[in-house]
């Protein structure tokens, strides 16, 4: 079922090596990541999927330098994040990394423009004009960019929130579920926007998701089953990913 690597080897925008997260002891001890190993390409597109539980949100939150890991490390570009003290922990996720939640996590007092550009803003830097000129039009907000997010549907306020996750032109664009609170026709927007990012932008995306149709918009999904990772699909279709995730409900893949 595994499908070959493409030919060539790009870089990698982050990674994680013998990554393992324990939450709790004894009685409540819960292994979230098991020795994960796993590199996301720079320019691509990789959706990480798997069951509830599973591991798939600590797995990017750790990646995204959002959260502490128990063992193994962690590189965004070729800075790793155990090396870091909190503060320039926060000065990384603040510059290399953009964030889409399923909850759109907008300011409701700002405009949709003012939104966009806040993380720039508290961060005292001018947004690239010409870049984010090109991410506005992308995600098609022009005629919005004065509206409250209570002005805009859910659609309308994901996009504001894929723009804002793009504006700084960060190595890396974490997504946990961006499309999770959507109906299918916005989802597919977003995530046509995310993977547009990739092919024009030549952005570097990591998106969780449930969706299997989601996935496919990916280039490569890796899927996780009791924080391990236990395969990968390039080129991946909906009825490929559904397919193979039916077979991850199978005692194999329960057997520890
Ligand atoms: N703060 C926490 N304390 C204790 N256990 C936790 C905590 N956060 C997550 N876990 C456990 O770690 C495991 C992985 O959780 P995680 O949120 O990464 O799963 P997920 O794959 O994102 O699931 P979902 O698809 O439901 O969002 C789960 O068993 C969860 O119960
Ligand atoms: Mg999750």
Request: glycine share 10%; net charge neutral; with cysteine.
């Amino acid at each position: 079922m595994m499908s070959s690597p493409p030919p060539r080897t790009p870089t990698v925008a982050a990674r994680a090596t013998d990554l393992s997260k324990v939450y709790g002891q004894g009685d409540t001890r819960v292994v979230a990541l098991d020795r994960v190993s796993v590199g996301f390409e720079r320019s691509r597109f990789t959706a990480i999927m798997g069951p509830s539980g599973s591991g798939k949100s600590t797995l990017m939150h750790c990646v995204a330098g959002l959260d502490s890991f128990s063992s193994g490390s962690v590189h965004v570009g070729d800075v790793e994040l155990g090396a870091l003290t909190d503060r320039q922990l926060t000065r990384l996720r603040r510059d290399k990394v953009g964030f889409v939640f399923q909850a759109f996590n907008l300011l409701p007092t700002l405009t949709a423009l003012e939104n966009i550009t806040l993380p720039m803003d508290i961060a005292g830097r001018t947004a690239d004009k010409e870049w984010l000129d090109g991410v506005i039009r992308m995600v098609g907000l022009s005629g919005r960019l004065g509206h409250r997010p209570a002005q805009l549907s859910g659609g309308q306020q994901q996009r504001v929130a894929v723009a804002r996750a793009l504006a700084s032109r960060p190595e890396i664009v974490f997504g946990d579920e961006p499309t999770g609170n959507l109906d299918s026709r916005a989802g597919a927007e977003i995530l046509g926007f995310l993977r547009d990012s990739v092919r024009t932008l030549g952005q570097t995306v990591v998106m969780v998701t449930h969706d299997p149709v989601a996935a496919s918009y990916a280039d490569r999904v890796v899927f996780l089953v009791d924080g391990r990772i236990v395969d990968e699909m390039y080129e991946p279709s909906a009825d490929g990913v559904l397919e193979l995730m039916k077979s991850f409900d199978t005692p194999r893949f329960r057997a520890s």
